[in-house]
T-cell receptor, first 111, second 113 residues
Framework: AQSVTQPDIHITVSEGASLELRCNYSYGATPYLFWYVQSPGQGLQLLLKYFSGDTLVQGIKGFEAEFKRSQSSFNLRKPSVHWSDAAEYFCAVFNGDKLTFGTGTQLKVEL | DTAVSQTPKYLVTQMGNDKSIKCEQNLGHDTMYWYKQDSKKFLKIMFSYNNKELIINETVPNRFSPKSPDKAHLNLHINSLELGDSAVYFC????????????FGEGSWLTVV
């Protein structure tokens, strides 16, 4: 069965600093990977996804993620964080039937 | 136009009551889902339907009964509500096929008192 691990429960960064959120997956076949963001009291918004091809994918709001098969990772990055990026971030893997989510990483941004 | 819409957004109800959450998608997708987010923000699938047929039922108590009158709607009915049912319930939809995104609704915040 597939699984997703997000090792960092909380991360705090200063506004303007770079960000990397870690995600490791376990899946037997080619993974379809997603990052979603959830602002407080809001729903889930898709940031980006990876299905095949270029291992560096660009998303909305200046986010990118890199798929590394050898490390079973799909880490999310942003070069310069804005205060409005404070939210919960979820990595997920899709197996053709359903999305399996990680436990999420809460991002706090210090001004 | 909201792609996946759920109603109500907030629901406070007493233990033992029966309640429903409605979901509609206007994306023309053939698959719809219900996910539950618990108090620790953990998201887990409950059900999925493809063209009105139940595909996934993930060890959810029988008190939860999804109903799909057509492929654009997937409603969730909950009988005899318990305190532990308090959570955020997300509806989602997608089109079957490689590379297709799952789109989520805004969530329904259920509080059982």
């Amino acid at each position: 069965a597939q699984s997703v691990t997000q090792p960092d429960i909380h991360i705090t960064v200063s506004e303007g600093a770079s960000l990397e959120l870690r995600c490791n997956y376990s899946y037997g076949a080619t993974p379809y990977l997603f990052w979603y963001v959830q602002s407080p009291g809001q729903g889930l918004q898709l940031l980006l996804k990876y299905f095949s091809g270029d291992t560096l994918v660009q998303g909305i709001k200046g986010f990118e993620a890199e798929f590394k098969r050898s490390q079973s990772s799909f880490n999310l990055r942003k070069p310069s964080v804005h205060w409005s990026d404070a939210a919960e971030y979820f990595c997920a893997v899709f197996n053709g039937d359903k999305l399996t989510f990680g436990t999420g990483t809460q991002l706090k941004v210090e001004l | 136009d909201t792609a996946v819409s759920q109603t109500p957004k907030y629901l406070v109800t007493q233990m033992g009551n029966d309640k429903s959450i409605k979901c509609e998608q206007n994306l023309g997708h053939d698959t719809m889902y219900w996910y539950k987010q618990d108090s620790k923000k953990f998201l887990k699938i409950m059900f999925s339907y493809n063209n009105k047929e139940l595909i996934i039922n993930e060890t959810v108590p029988n008190r939860f009964s999804p109903k799909s009158p057509d492929k654009a709607h997937l409603n969730l009915h909950i009988n005899s509500l318990e305190l532990g049912d308090s959570a955020v319930y997300f509806c989602a939809s997608s089109q079957v096929g490689v590379g297709n995104t799952i789109y989520f609704g805004e969530g329904s915040w259920l509080t059982v008192v």
